[in-house]
């Protein structure tokens, strides 16, 4: 239901933009996130926005240099990186939250029910 792309390899300071498209169902009204997951790591929260687009959150590593935005017309959330770094190598996935119009955003994968399948991003020096 969720489709992760435009992943790819880049060089450090360079910049990718990842998008989430959704079919089958729509999640314009569910608040959508980027998760990221590094080897032998964690699964970590990236970014995130409301469902009516209103609320952005970032993690401290890549607030200022990654946007998150979603074009409900299009289903489609998007994640747009610059200045990448080394340690921003990871799979991207998108996830859409279990509970639509949720008040307040959360920002742990156990809220989000709803997953892409990963789109792998490789930063190089």
């Known amino acids: 239901q969720l489709q992760a792309s435009g992943g790819g390899l880049v060089q450090a300071g360079g910049s990718l933009r990842l998008a989430c498209a959704a079919s089958g169902r729509s999640f314009s009204s569910n608040h959508m996130a980027w998760f990221r997951q590094a080897p032998g790591k964690e699964r970590e929260f990236v970014a995130a926005?409301?469902?009516?687009?209103?609320?952005?959150y970032y993690a401290d590593s890549v607030k200022g240099r990654f946007t998150i935005s979603r074009d409900n017309a299009k289903n489609t959330v998007y994640l747009q990186m610059t200045s990448l770094k080394l340690e921003d190598t990871a799979v991207y996935y998108c996830a859409a939250d279990s509970i639509p119009r949720r008040a307040g955003m959360k920002l742990s994968p156990a809220n989000y029910a709803y997953w892409g399948q990963g789109t792998q991003v490789t930063v190089s020096s």
């Open positions: 926005i409301m469902w009516s687009g209103l609320g952005t």
